[in-house]
């Protein structure tokens, strides 16, 4: 029963900014590392952004520093993803995961608890 929840996706023009959101239904994202994915259609899944437990460490793909920034509000059991100056090649399915435990960051089967994912689409 253990899962996540994503929502925020959308469709947006080039430049635009979106905000996903990632909850936990059945346990406590506190204890948890918290990672981003996305999988658009013909490519594999790829590990965009990770944050760690307490907050202090984060991890970004190439194509997405320095215009997404993740972030987590325990208080309200809560991950969030802000995408700013998006593009058409950030079009995919966003899948947030949780995980406990070290090692790497960006690799799925890593992860234990997964979201539905929400679709991002930005076109022109």
């Known amino acids: 029963q253990l899962h996540a929840v994503e929502s925020g996706g959308g469709v947006v023009q080039p430049g635009d900014s979106l905000r996903l959101s990632c909850a936990a239904s059945?346990?406590?994202?506190?204890?948890?590392?918290v990672a981003w994915f996305r999988q658009a259609p013909g490519k594999e899944r790829e590990g965009i952004s990770s944050i760690s437990r307490g907050g202090a460490l984060t991890d970004y793909a190439h194509s997405v520093k320095g215009r997404f920034t993740i972030s987590r509000d325990d208080a309200k059991n809560m991950v969030y993803l802000q995408m700013d100056s998006l593009t058409v090649e950030d079009s995919a399915v966003y899948y947030c995961?949780?995980?406990?435990?070290?090692?790497?960051?960006?690799?799925?089967?890593?992860?234990?608890?997964w979201g539905q994912g929400t679709q991002v689409t930005v076109s022109t």
């Open positions: 059945g346990f406590t994202l506190n204890y948890y590392a």
């Open positions: 995961a949780a995980k406990v435990g070290g090692g790497m960051w960006n690799i799925p089967t890593e992860y234990t608890y």
